[in-house]
């Protein structure tokens, strides 16, 4: 087994996700924050679905407490994607999200990479990170050093992104992917530690 990613689902229909976004190529780069010269995904594009309200940050020109602890809202680009919610809130129902976080959609065009680097802060810790993949091939992919996480469209995985990571395209087609952070459910911090040991059934069941 992957020590950084798990793949749980695949199948999934991206085609009319892929068919909005080839009809509104504006939607690409409008908020170019992650895309600075000095980041590692500057040779990439995004969509940004859902983050931080950006209105105080955009006004002032610092973003420095950007990634701060927040409550997010949905970017305009959500309410012009709605295949996006759909496959959003089916993810979100699947693996028993509680909290929404930052969702966007990456594509690394062909010979162009993500380069190397380890995401930290608040929304890295709280969120589990998940991809579905839109479009790929076969020389590309996620790339931890010691593994490398391979994709076709429709597929799902889990990702860590709080080891050193990148992703590389050295294929023909555009690497494109929707990448969803959610809070889930977690039985053991949230159930079993508040179950008295000596409990081992719900009070009342047959």
């Known amino acids: ?4 990613f798990l793949k749980i689902g695949e199948g999934v ?14 939607l690409w780069n409008r908020n170019d924050v992650r895309l600075s010269k000095n980041g590692p995904h500057w040779q990439t594009q995004d969509i940004w679905l859902r983050y931080k309200d950006e209105t105080e940050n955009a006004q002032s020109g610092n973003y420095a407490n950007f990634g701060d602890p927040h409550d997010g809202v949905w970017y305009p680009a959500y309410y012009e994607l709605p295949a996006a919610r759909r496959m959003i809130f089916a993810l979100m129902a699947r693996v028993e999200g509680e909290r929404i976080g930052g969702i966007l959609i990456y594509r690394v065009p062909p010979g162009k990479k993500i380069l190397p680097h380890v995401d930290t802060g608040w929304h890295v810790d709280y969120f589990d990170k998940f991809n579905i993949c839109l479009q790929s091939n ?8 010691n593994e490398r996480m391979y994709a076709r469209a429709g597929d799902v995985h889990r990702f860590v992104n709080n080891k050193e990571h990148g992703v590389i395209n050295d294929g023909d087609d555009d690497h494109i992917v929707l990448t969803i952070c959610l809070r889930t459910h977690d039985y053991r911090a949230r ?3 508040q179950v008295p040991a000596n409990v081992t059934a719900i009070k009342g069941a047959a």
Do not use: T
């Open 191 to 193: 159930f079993r530690s």
């Open 138 to 145: 076969d020389r590309a992919y996620f790339d931890y050093g």
């Open 1 to 4: 087994m992957a020590e950084n």
């Open 13 to 26: 229909d991206v085609v009319p996700l892929l068919y909005e976004l080839h009809r509104q190529p504006h």
